[in-house]
């Protein structure tokens, strides 16, 4: 008999009280935080200077570097093409050798050579894109001196980028806009190591393994032998989400009850995944002397969270329209009766399953704690839609706030052109070359995700790797890339991307969709770091308004839609359409 016609509650009350809670924390860390992060990064003294100050110092002296010496945004961006080229090239070399690596109880060998360089591109750029199951694949020292590194290095790299941005938009009349290194270092000992540490312990007392302990073989009840993998898990736990990178130690991620073992901690893990994005923006208003500067940028991300996180959840907790008591598609059937639940762990529910696919999509951190490509079309697409406009809602550490930027230039330029006066920020005259290193970064983004979407489609060899066909399929191909591009590394699964081909695209995708929007980044650092600001006029734009949130909002979602809306109209929306007619993919 089909089931109750009764439609599920678009939001009930246990959701909202969740969602509400979540949004109440989110405010009151985000002040602390922002005031933490201006301390560090204008060199000041914190509590935790007296721990950490002869570790900074001595780090200095031994790589010979001058803490007071500054760099143009030439020298800024070499340092850090020349730390990541380099910081891959180890991991690639620790993947391949890892058979004589220490701790490696299991006895694991090379890793593929297509598949180590894709994970060193992955990692390197803060997608950490795992085309690999974790626990068969990598030895412990490479989960912890190769991955975990890097979860660190790649995370303080983006905040050292955002806040050479900073430093470029509020400083007047320089050519410097800071010291890589210096905040390089700052970022990794006064910022992620303790707040890692920190995590940690809490993750460990809530039940998350961490230990260097062989492969345990278990019997079950049934008499069946089942192979239980062990791990440093917890302190590569604390960094993958603090750092929003993302790479889990296990196959099943942030859904591995040995990674998230609790409501509690899954409940954490979407705070910390948001808590240093959020604090970067009133750090960027404290930094320019204006708060509301960095109010008005929070505004905007969190209505185009709250946007996409109930969006995702109505969606979710409506259902397949094409089901009935026996599971079976029935036209005549009702709506899912308790809402969507395939592809999602019961521990958590649909409320905590949407919430933590909306924020890792919002924050490119990738960590997942349910399976994207089983939520409905539309559920789906917000994941998808929200890597797609640069997941600058929050953002991944740092690159959600230089993201966002890139649409402030272009909100002001466009509120110039409306207006007949020469667009202004903070004081300095917005020009055509800071729009068109903004335009570079969108578009080569867009390209990348777009360009490699379309020759996976029409590739034979790429097709094979498909679990669906029709729009389902296409969606699969477009997350893929449009993840790896976005430096997400979240995955719509049902795609086998461990082939030459995808391991070597995506590759190539991380690349490009990292490094292609930080030197422009640094470029209109270096740019606006020279022009000198002038006193506000009668006439002057305000940006730091309610007005210039919803024009930033606005830009966003019509960039977003030119550039998106005929690759979302043929994969998630099409299939959203053709399930409402009875047909599944």
């Known amino acids: 008999m089909p089931c109750s016609t009764r439609k599920n509650s678009d939001m009930t009350t246990n959701a909202f009280l969740q969602l509400f809670a979540y949004l109440v924390i989110l405010v009151l860390i985000t002040k602390p935080m922002g005031v933490y992060l201006t301390k560090v ?33 030439t020298t800024y961006s070499g340092a850090m093409l020349v730390f990541s080229a380099v910081t891959a090239l180890v991991l690639y070399a620790m993947m391949r050798l ?20 894709g994970t060193a591109m992955s990692f390197t750029t803060n997608t950490n894109w795992q085309a690999y199951s974790g626990e068969t694949t990598m030895s412990y020292f490479t989960q912890m001196a190769g991955l975990a590194f890097h979860n660190f290095a790649s995370a303080a790299v983006g905040i050292a980028v955002a806040v050479a941005l900073v430093r470029g938009l509020v400083r007047s009349s320089v050519q410097t806009i800071g010291n890589f290194w210096v905040d390089l270092v700052r970022c990794t000992l006064y910022l992620l190591i303790p707040l890692s540490i920190l995590t940690g312990i809490i993750f460990m007392a809530s039940g998350m393994i961490q230990n260097l302990a062989p492969y345990v073989t278990a019997t079950t009840l049934e008499g069946a032998k089942q192979t239980i993998a062990m791990g440093p898990v917890a302190s590569q736990e604390a960094i993958k989400i603090l750092g929003t990178n993302g790479g889990g ?32 923006t009133y750090m960027f208003g404290r930094m320019s002397k204006d708060t509301k500067q960095g109010w008005a940028v929070w505004g905007a991300m969190t209505f185009l969270f709250l946007a996409g996180l109930v969006t995702c959840y109505v969606s979710e ?47 490119s951190c990738g960590a997942v704690n349910s399976m994207h490509e089983s939520f409905t079309p539309i559920g789906g697409m917000v994941p998808l839609f929200n890597i797609m406009i640069g997941e600058v809602i929050f953002g991944g550490v740092g690159a959600g706030l230089y993201g966002m930027m890139i649409f402030v ?63 389902h399929g296409l969606s699969e191909i477009l997350y893929a890339f449009v993840s790896a591009t976005g430096n997400n590394g979240s995955a719509f699964a049902g795609l086998n991307a461990n082939t030459q081909f995808f391991n070597i695209t995506q590759g190539l ?37 309610p007005l210039f949130s919803a024009l930033l909002i606005m830009v966003i979602l019509i960039v977003a839609g030119l550039t998106f809306f005929p690759a979302l109209s043929l994969g998630p929306i099409l299939e959203h359409l053709v399930m409402q007619n009875g047909k599944l993919f």
């Not at 890892?98 to 360089?117: E, H, K, R, T």
């Not at 296990?250 to 009850?257: E, I, L, T």
């Not at 002038?534 to 730091?544: K, R």
């Open 41 to 73: 990064f204008r060199g000041e003294n914190t509590f935790l200077t007296s721990i950490f100050g002869w570790l900074e110092r001595l780090i200095y002296r031994l790589c010979g570097i001058d803490p007071t010496s500054e760099m143009k945004w």
């Open 249 to 280: 130690f296990f196959n099943a991620n942030s859904a591995h009850p040995f990674e998230n073992p609790t409501a509690i901690t899954n409940f954490l893990q979407v705070i910390m995944i948001f808590s240093i994005g959020t604090g970067l």
């Open 409 to 471: 230039i272009l909100s002001v330029f466009i509120a110039g052109l409306m207006v007949g006066r020469t667009p202004e920020y903070l004081g300095k005259k917005i020009e055509s070359k800071e729009v068109k290193l903004s335009m570079i970064a969108l578009l080569s983004m867009a390209l990348c995700m777009l360009g490699f979407s379309a020759w996976a489609v029409v590739n034979p060899v790429a097709l094979k790797s498909l679990a669906n066909n029709g729009p």
């Open 98 to 117: 890892q058979q004589f690596l220490p701790w490696n109880p299991q006895g694991l060998g090379a890793v593929a050579p297509d598949l180590s360089f």
């Open 509 to 545: 995708s991380e690349l490009i969709g990292r490094f292609f929007v930080i030197v422009p980044i640094l470029a209109i650092a270096g740019s606006m770091a020279k022009k000198t600001a002038i006193a506000p006029s009668a006439g002057t734009f305000l940006t730091n308004t």
């Open 317 to 363: 907790q409506s259902g397949n329209p094409n089901f009935d008591k026996l599971g079976i598609t029935s036209l005549a059937s009702a709506t899912q009766p308790g809402g969507n639940m395939e592809g999602k762990e019961v521990r958590y529910g649909i409320t905590q399953s949407t919430l933590f696919a909306t924020v890792t999509t919002d924050a």
